[in-house]
């Protein structure tokens, strides 16, 4: 698995992850397999295939974050300029077609929520304003086609 770079934030929410799973989703689940054992022949037992089926899922979900935590880089923030967009600014743009004006901050795939307006560095809009400076323009295509973005300002 390649290194994963993260904010602090980004890490202590996956280690938060990683405990609710690994505390409350397994023992969770051991009790409902237990449970389901206790109802006789496992050979037509549906809910103790179930109940396996879901220890599989979340024994697989647990490999994955603890890899993806193994991997992880901690950004240093201290290193972040405001002359042009990078991972970790926060960009204000105007949408040239609509003149709405909106605010995006680019940040790791681990940490988009775009109803936060956190995208991740890697989609086509934050590709596009990468490296772009106050007053420049960000052609973008998208599905929907060519967007074009002013850079209004840039901050942490």
Do not use: C, H, W
């Amino acid at each position: 698995m390649a290194v994963t770079y993260m904010t602090e934030e980004g890490l202590k929410k996956l280690k938060e992850e990683l405990q609710q799973l690994e505390t409350v989703e397994r023992p969770r689940i051991i009790a409902a397999i237990a449970e389901a054992r206790e109802k006789g022949d496992l050979s037509e037992n549906a809910e103790y295939e179930a109940a396996k089926e879901a220890q599989g899922t979340l024994e697989t979900k647990i490999a994955q974050l603890k890899l993806r935590l193994a991997d992880a880089r901690v950004l240093d923030t201290s290193d972040i300029k405001t002359d042009e967009v990078q991972i970790l600014t926060r960009v204000r743009v105007r949408m040239r077609n609509s003149g709405m004006e909106k605010t995006f901050q680019l940040v790791t795939e681990g940490e988009a929520n775009v109803a936060q307006g956190k995208i991740a560095v890697t989609t086509p809009i934050a590709k596009g304003l990468m490296g772009k400076k106050v007053g420049e323009i960000a052609q973008v295509q998208v599905p929907a086609g060519l967007m074009e973005f002013e850079i209004l300002e840039i901050s942490l």
